[in-house]
């Protein structure tokens, strides 16, 4: 077990271990994955990643190609969410991407962070990495944040950044950007959106709730191309506005070349770059769009089938994220899990939560409804 062979062991061999352990790996076109964000990637995206791989995007004199690529990838995430010639970069995922967006607040001077529990773990992360303050703010019924509770805690507590979440993680909801930045401009608080599911969602359904950027202290925002743009793990993008904002971003690197490298990372793959920009470049507005009314409307229906079959959703399932609130949630997991639906937890409350990817067939949502019924008759025998 993990000892290093003394002599190499033949190449055939060690892909025949590793094959047959991926046989039993769930995927996702053939096992109901039907409550993780990940996805199966394009093929193109795949293409794409295998040929750029190599290249160190971080090597930035020698490969100033492929950092064109990548801010023109970013002003393609950022025209998405409505704004014109916002720049940033590619991360390998949501994570990196909100520690980063964190980072740049604070080296602007804003320490204190508003946010809800509804934001993802990841924020919570960056914040005790950063060691910021966190300020927490209520949400609604909705899961949203209460705008009232926001208001009333920038009236106190002054200059910040506030996270709002275009898709929260438990539940789908939607925070209300339009309204919180009103209230935020009197309180000098600057706005972070984690869009990382619902960028490629929202916007293209409602443009109003989509379009962050037209806020104008909205200064940065996270939209995940790995979720549903269809790119291979890893993939993050933080979409800045301004070259200004993203400054603090360029780090000294005394042995490269351009004397700089971007982000936290060292080596970073331009895989990730030239997949998402292949992909922006294939699907383009009109393919990001319908794939979002098709998820849309497959959401729709998994809410209908479950409150028609008796059971709860709890907060907004507007990005595809429909969360079934069961106190035996550890149960039903086990349960559902036996009967290869693969559903996780819903985190913000006790429940299991259905995430509706671009692999979830229609037939997987009501298999996910029936075994639930069947989960209820057998605890209750
Ligand atoms: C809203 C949101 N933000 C950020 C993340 C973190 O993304 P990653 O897992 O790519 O780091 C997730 C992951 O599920 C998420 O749902």
Not at 37 to 44: A, E, I, V
Not at 181 to 202: E, R, T
Request: aromatic share 10%; net charge neutral; glycine share 8%.
């Amino acid at each position: 077990m993990g000892k290093l062979p003394r002599q190499g062991i033949d190449w055939h061999e060690v892909l025949h271990r590793l094959m047959s352990i991926m046989r039993r790996l769930p995927n996702h076109l053939e096992h109901g994955i039907v409550g993780s964000m990940t996805t199966f990637p394009h093929p193109l995206a795949q293409f794409v990643y295998s040929m750029y791989q190599l290249f160190n995007a971080n090597d930035v004199a020698l490969y100033s190609e492929v950092r064109n690529l990548e801010l023109e990838a970013v002003e393609m995430l950022g025209e998405i969410l409505g704004c014109e010639n916002c720049v940033g970069m590619i991360t390998t995922g949501g994570s990196e991407a909100n520690l980063a967006a964190l980072y740049l607040a604070r080296e602007h001077g804003y320490t204190k962070v508003y946010i809800a529990r509804t934001a993802h773990d990841s924020l919570f992360k960056a914040i005790r990495l950063l060691k910021l303050e966190a300020i927490e703010v209520k949400y609604d019924s909705y899961f949203r944040i209460d705008p009232d509770d926001f208001e009333k805690k920038c009236v106190e507590n002054g200059a910040g950044i506030l996270v709002a979440s275009l898709g929260t993680t438990g539940t789908g909801s939607v925070d209300r950007v339009a309204e919180l930045s009103n209230i935020a401009k009197k309180c000098s608080v600057v706005i972070h959106v984690d869009a990382a599911l619902g960028g490629f969602v929202i916007p293209f359904i409602d443009a109003k709730l989509g379009e962050v950027f037209k806020f104008q202290n909205v200064v940065s925002a996270t939209m995940d191309p790995h979720k549903l743009g269809l790119v291979p793990i890893p993939a993050g993008g933080l979409v800045v506005r301004d070259e200004q904002w993203f400054s603090p971003l360029y780090f000294e690197s005394r042995y490269m070349p351009a004397r700089y490298q971007i982000g936290i990372l060292g080596t970073r793959s331009a895989g990730s770059i030239a997949a998402t920009w292949a992909m922006l470049m294939y699907m383009g507005w009109d393919g990001y769009r319908r794939q979002a009314l098709s998820l849309f409307e497959l959401t729709r229906f998994l809410v209908e089938k479950v409150k028609s079959s008796g059971f709860d959703v709890v907060g907004e399932a507007l990005a595809p994220v429909v969360c079934i609130p069961t106190e035996r949630e550890s149960k039903a997991l086990e349960y559902l899990w036996s009967k290869g639906l693969y559903v996780y937890r819903c985190g913000i409350v006790q429940g299991i939560r259905v995430v509706i990817m671009p692999h979830v067939r229609r037939e997987h949502l009501e298999a996910v409804v029936r075994e639930l019924r069947n989960f209820v008759n057998t605890e209750a025998l």
